[in-house]
């Protein structure tokens, strides 16, 4: 800042060495304080996170699990509910329901069941054997982290299904990421207009 | 996050696989955008810029230059005085001056010279040879960074003066830091009192 | 915050004299600064512009005016692009041109004639009337705030086209609201499946 | 920003019609989150919180009260030492023990006793009958809000003690205010140099 004026305008060999000579240290740790940045590598674990996360409730359904347990797990470790409404569109989510600010509607996408979702089949118990996501950009600025790109969902059969995905993030006070916006949609085709 | 929950719960080696083969990356670039986070070394590199420039307009002004020119220069590239009013306590204001929120406040403080200003002689104008500063913590959140800590001022004949100072800093959207806070005071001494 | 603690605990009629008594004013104005907060209508406001400059482009179009020069302003003015790139997916990109994360991406869907991106014709060319947004929810926090919902466009022609679309915008250091990203997708819809 | 380029270029009557009917809205309601944002009445509130409970721990413990467990109490409200070390520089604290960055160490300031504080005598432990803020400036950004200005303490006897402190509060997850840096200073006085 000052340093570059200096760089370009008044330094001389004496200036040099007093910028040299004045590190901020006394002998003493000083006590360095604040949430931490959210990082790119935060934003991939988190995204990984959530892609074992769906594979795991997937996996339970199969092998007679209580997949809605997890489910719930997974969405209140997962989501900022607790705190707000989420922006979460779901792929498959359409009509009325589109918009899933609840967990309540949140859970009901995932594991269906709800006969207030009257069009939720469990997007969650779908064979799912594993998923990926192929970010194309992210951004972030204070508290929150932003991505875009893919997630590639691979089914039991080896099928693949790649979806459109957008996720907001922000850093909870205990150090976590919560998802604040979600929204997941099939890819546009201009064939099938 | 959900990679804790899966860790401590649900975990088999089949999973860990899959948590490996999930790595966000197609082979293309990402594009990471949004503002630098704010880091110690920021904070550091500033301090020390600050301190540099005070002692290169007391060696102007020693050498005939043009002291004021340059405290204008510094002023600018180092207090946030174009954007808001700066909460700015220099260490030897006081009555109804003590609080410079506006940069001819700042100015009249660094060089003196203003009518507006009777107390001041202008402190960047004193023979400083060296300043450093002595952190005794930080603390970082969003767009804004703090210290807390000592200055020690050493005059050219080799004494020293250490004030108590504290600032707080944002970053800019042109990437650098900009001082928000400056309380600069002279360290209590019961025996003074 | 500590009120709260005394008011239940602690408040005798002294007390509270004493809370009507520090009101913190000295008869002098107290200045404020800092980057306004964002908030709901700001949010709304950003919104109409890109409707309304949408519709612009269109009608210039129509009238045989510069669509090009007049787009290449609505996106400097409503894009963060100078900043950083920009987390965009428009309605109809697809393919390798899903994401446009650079000013020339965008510029080629709005209004189309860029060899490098020969599936877009130019989505603002096309006749539009009117734009309107329906948020289903918000979520603002620091210097960023979301939205999601829909877009309905309506053409010369009275027919309605309704997208769904998320917003994410920053507030720029001049004040004016940018946008990180640009989610827009066509509703799924069961039965297309 | 659109809006505005619209306002100066574009607008004609059709145009400012299309802006009035375009108000999102769908008579459903919208759902808003977020961290409220800091504002100047939050500050002053919190100040005044503040001020309050010194006077509230003073008058404990003239009636014989339990002081300490109080002066814990309102630590724990006010202060940000769960999450961080805090940047406080009491008014009399010096020489080694001029920070006190840890609980302990705020807590040895407000009502002494603690043998490895041996300075501390308790400042809220004197006879305080008020204390009211008199700010001459803030700045709000993000989760932070920062204040500057005097702190007039009157004791039993109506004597008067003036100092100047700043505040930097932070917006806690729980919607609180919390002072992650606090340095409060004795008036510089040039007759007392």
Known sequence: MITRILTTRFVSAALVVTAAAIAPTNGLAVEHGG????????????????CAALVAISKTHREGGDAKALAETVIDAAYN????????????AHGKQTFRTTREGALAYFVGGNPAFP?????ALKPWAAARPVNAATYIEGNIGITMGHVVFTDTSGNETKVEKTWVFRRGEDGKLYIVLHKSTIPYSPSAK
């Open 35 to 50: 949430p931490a940045p959210i990082t790119v590598a935060d934003l991939e674990a988190a995204q990984a996170g959530w």
């Open 81 to 92: 509910y607790a705190q707000a409404p989420v922006l979460f569109k779901p792929t498959l």
């Open 119 to 123: 069009g939720d089949s469990g997007f």
